[in-house]
């Protein structure tokens, strides 16, 4: 699931949850993006402990 969410300057920054418990952001590399399948990968295997927040960087989602 994609949420949409505006930065203080009005570009949109689009973002993924996954999971529960406690809140782990993951922080991609300059030319990755959340759908990245090694950055999926991971997300998927830390939502069986946390809730996982991926996130696009400004103008990738």
Known sequence: MSTVVA???GTPIVF???G???AVVL???AFA???DPTM???AAGLSRWFT???YD???RG
Do not use: E, F, L, N
């Open 57 to 59: 960087r400004r103008g």
């Open 40 to 42: 999926a990968a991971i």
């Open 27 to 29: 922080v991609q590399g």
């Open 33 to 35: 993006d959340r759908s």
């Open 7 to 9: 930065s203080a300057d």
């Open 20 to 22: 529960s418990g406690p």
């Open 52 to 54: 996982v927040y991926a």
């Open 16 to 18: 993924g949850r996954c």
